[in-house]
């Protein structure tokens, strides 16, 4: 089975106006999580907010398998017209990872139908990820706990539907619990959210969350072919 | 406890501009619904279509504990900040029932991130609900099955997520399936979705039908006091 | 509505061997815990181990609308008819409540199928159990979180089958995070496992611990009337 | 990824015993589950109640990443101990594939904690086979509905813990519905119950369920390496 060809959209912003992140990732948070994924082969383009279109036009989405989103402090300038095309794609089949703060983005919102609000604090704290579904493709081969040095904190309530299934609960040093490893399905598109990951912590170099996000581009990945949803609503089923 | 406070909100088109609808809901599918519920003794007020902002102000929406969503043909004429206003309520624990059609409505469909698509023929067909969780609530005291002579049929593929709970699964003459009685949390509220009920069939005659609805009002009740959801996406955690 | 009739089984032998678990709980864990409940109106009756059949006979479980059950170095004395016939009761509407160490009783783990085995220190480490389902009954009131100074640690993984409802995740000062409130269904009746409470901490004293299982036994307790299971395997459906 | 190694296990009793049987199955039923896996390239070994042990020792138990299960009036005659023993390698990672009247084979009802009862009725009934989770693995390339012209009927209410996922759900001529594609995880391991299979009739031959098992042995193969539990209940966690 070819390996999935997998998408990386980024934000892009923090790293141009910030030099304590540029510190962090250089070339982008994109090609932080990029990178690893090349060099284990899979097929990677990224896609950044300032592209126009965002990088995110029907023929790119059309040649990705799955796309892996990361958005913190731009979610309001995204359009609406691509947010609305993306999530045609997932319905249709595209696999989607989002990752931290991309937690309120329009996309990710708009899937859940929640609010994703969630406490916070930036204070350098440890994460600990603990497995709670260890026979979970997503899993495999993660020790228990992920040890994360310094971390945001992100901490219950968080505002998300039920998930579908439950793969990792983090802990923080002060005490809170965050469901940070969930999936969801929508249309014929697989959806897994993961928490750790900021633009001023290397999360994205640490070899345990590299190995997570391997896993979870797999396992995201479409199993067949893709649909396309042609009118939404639509007048009658459209997955015949 | 007390009783629950119910709203009945109904498109109220086709009765008044179909006589063979009015034949079968001569004062409106929200008289149908709401008259059953107040013999029992619920307090239940009625909101509809063209009335001022859809007769669905936030002193209306605070002053229910639940609300039941009947909508067929004239989804699009539901006004978006109406739509998101009840979906803030949602949030914040008021319940929702939403019936039949009401699949496609515009607070069904953002409640839940899907297309909520589905197949159907209007064919007069017998239905017959299935209960597959019997020890829930919903279904207490019901059947099984429930024979509803002739109906619409709706069949799978449904495209909704994956209920919190599914309770009912119909069958119908032609053989379909349809997930028809399915549960969601979103936010504090509770929302239920139950398929059966047809402006053409007297669906919401039916005693099983009714204590169906019976019952899920009381189980869709905030188990406690309303939030308000200020803002969203909201800086921080709102419930705290 | 009645409120439920409860009978709270204890093993009841730390407190009759320890001098420091009888100080806790001078009547015993069972009184610890049905004593709030009878002052809240319930009608609690009690049952242990080294009673005749455990207390636990057919009648006795009959007169019974919520089992709740607290066990820990004695689950093996526990004899295996009357775990079976405490099943079929549960199978036919009796709602169960398992508390702490009884993730290891002959019931929980004949019910769920797995082996329930889970990570513990005892080291008087503070837990808070956060809230994840704000509008389930069960979490009505309850402060996020809920501090209990100290405790005995429970963590992950806990080898539970996908919980129906996850409710409540508890952390603890050494990083862990355990599912500690979680609900299945199993035929007909409800049941909620909840972990906090040790023989060697006043946990059960703790006002929060005392609402949460008031709103539990509540929600366990059956909608409608019990049924009865006259052979497993049955030779076809028994609930017709 | 290599592919799994399969074990089909078969009561392969009806086969010898009545003539009506053989002439649908001549080599058993084992056979014509493992001949067209076979003829896609997956290693299998077959194993009969017959054999010592059943054909069912911690050795050949190991050679194999997925046990499928065929049973129907002979679950009495599966030894307690051979059932505890598949059920210690499904805790640690061997994939169960549960097919038709296994649906009251002790395994599957000691795995699962309910009676698993059903209705059913042997009347050469047409089953409609619809997908409910279209982007699943396991229904890849699957119609929808899948028509099964003569087939015994399944029907609710299945007494069976909600499904971690539902796939399939059947329809029958007399208008019953069935939840007859499911599936669980239970410690490490995965396992997928599905109900279409007589031994009266050729469902095996279909080329539709022929890919469903197909589907269904890729995913149910553990991820990882398996673990092995050494005592149950453990006094510690066993996934660390």
Chains 1, 2, 3, 4 share one sequence.
Do not use: C
């Not at 126009?52 to 990705?64: C, F, S, W």
């Not at 359009?79 to 997932?90: I, P, T, Y």
């Not at 750790?196 to 896993?215: A, K």
């Amino acid at each position: 089975m070819a390996l999935p060809r997998l998408l990386v959209w980024n934000e892009y912003r923090h790293e141009l106006q910030n030099p304590e992140v540029s510190a962090v990732y250089p070339d982008g948070i994109h090609e932080a999580i990029a990178d690893p994924l090349r060099q284990r082969g899979f097929p990677v383009t990224t896609a950044t907010l300032d592209q126009p279109e965002h990088g995110l036009t029907d023929e790119v989405l059309n040649g990705a398998d799955v796309l892996l989103w990361w958005g913190h402090k731009a979610h309001e300038d995204v359009s609406d017209a691509v947010v609305e095309r993306v999530r045609r794609h997932v319905m249709g089949g595209l696999g989607l990872i989002v990752l931290h703060s991309g937690h309120y983005s329009k996309i990710f919102r708009r899937l859940l139908g929640t609010t994703a609000s969630l406490k916070w604090r930036n204070a350098r704290e440890r994460e600990l990820i603990w497995t709670v579904a260890p026979g979970h493709p997503i899993a495999e081969g993660i020790p228990n706990p992920v040890i994360i040095p310094e971390q945001e904190m992100y901490g219950e309530f968080f505002d998300i539907p039920t998930p579908d299934e439950l793969i990792f609960i983090s802990s923080f040093a002060g005490g809170e619990v965050f469901r940070g490893g969930v999936t969801y399905r929508r249309g014929l598109g697989k959806l897994f959210y993961f928490s750790p990951g900021d633009q001023e912590y290397p999360v994205y170099h640490h070899p345990d969350i590299r190995r997570i996000l391997r896993n979870g581009v797999r396992w995201a990945a479409p199993s067949g072919p893709r649909l396309e949803l042609t009118a939404d609503p639509h007048p009658t089923g459209w997955f015949e």
